[in-house]
């Protein structure tokens, strides 16, 4: 018998994808990681699970207790199902600038959402300072934090990055991801180049972010933004610390959704504007690393998430972007 052990025991082993037609255009073999396929439809339940099975084992969870999350989306979905499948309720703080349908999927999860107005980093009204102070100040609650718990990418140190060396027998080129906490990118990182350290590990960075100037030049400088939700950044994370990275690449919107659109027409695969960025950047390192290599990156979560705004012709063009 191989039977599932409810939500939580369906995190996780998801199965790596040839992007047939983006391997065959590089001569590259380009993998992507099929986290959409996770329970709740995201790479981010494998760091909600870690978080809260942290917050029970540190005895900071007890029953009836509430998880409080500032979050864009995934996370927050993540944690609902999992606080739903362990009976403790949700608390979710989540900027005003992410897709209706991320916000109306965690109010029919259940948990309590509060939109706040999207404010730098260094405001104190932030999404992600604001649920830390909410969960200080009422009773029985945590904080899932995460930025900068490290449980976040301890999930992906003992669980993603494990199978890719697995599913790929080991011949593995590069890890190139985009990252939001950091916690995919830097724990499969971290697991990777103990494994070998010839493996080039690559931050995929979108329009807006900092981590591709960073990563270049030691300096942050944030220049242009991006319609991509849950990646970027304009500080290095707890979880993006003392993390091997080679080199990283930035991909524009307009690349993105060529990509997404490629995906979903001649691969079948209908994604989140994430992949875009992720699986943009594994073609140009491609490009630059030639044929033969096998690239492997993350299928963060699906197009659903987004139909109001990266599959509305409409919406995009308000943005000034277009799919031709
Ligand atoms: N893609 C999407 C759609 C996300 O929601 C997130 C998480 N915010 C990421 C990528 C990045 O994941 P991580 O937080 O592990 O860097």
Request: proline content about 4%.
């Amino acid at each position: 018998m191989d039977i599932k052990d409810g939500f939580v025991g369906t995190v996780g082993n998801t199965p790596l994808i040839r992007l047939n037609s983006f391997s065959e255009e590089t001569g590259c073999e380009i993998l992507g990681k099929a986290e959409f396929l996770n329970p709740g439809g995201s790479v981010k339940d494998r760091a909600a699970l870690y978080m809260i099975r942290d917050a029970e084992e540190k005895g900071l969870l007890k029953p009836g207790g509430t998880v409080v999350e500032g979050t864009a989306g995934n996370t927050g979905i993540g944690l609902a199902h999992i606080c739903n499948a362990k009976g403790y309720k949700c608390l979710i703080i989540i900027p005003d600038t992410q897709s209706q349908e991320k916000i109306d999927l965690l109010r029919t999860l259940g948990a309590e959402v509060r939109t706040v107005p999207a404010v730098p980093y260094k405001d104190p009204n932030n999404y992600v300072k604001l649920s830390g102070r909410v969960a200080q100040e009422m009773e029985n609650a945590v904080w899932a934090n995460q930025f900068d718990n490290l449980a976040n990418r301890l999930a992906h140190y003992e669980t993603t990055g494990p199978e890719i060396w697995q599913q790929t027998d080991g011949k593995i080129d590069a890890w190139v991801a985009s990252t939001g906490t950091g916690g995919t990118y830097a724990g499969a990182a971290l697991f990777l180049k103990e494994k070998n350290p010839n493996i080039k590990c690559v931050v995929a960075d979108p329009m807006g972010s900092g981590l591709y100037s960073y990563i270049k030049t030691g300096e942050i400088t944030l220049e242009g933004n991006s319609i991509t939700e849950g990646i970027g950044n304009s500080r290095v994370t707890a979880n993006m610390q003392g993390v091997p990275t080679d080199d990283a690449i930035q991909i524009n919107d307009h690349e993105a959704i060529r990509v997404v659109y490629q995906l979903l027409h001649q691969d079948g695969l209908f994604m989140g504007g994430s992949v875009g960025i992720n699986v943009g950047a594994a073609i140009a390192l491609a490009k630059q690393m030639g044929p033969g290599h096998t690239i492997v990156t993350v299928l963060c979560d699906g197009g659903a998430r987004y139909q109001s705004r990266l599959y509305n012709r409409e919406w995009l063009a308000s943005k000034g972007l277009s799919i031709d």
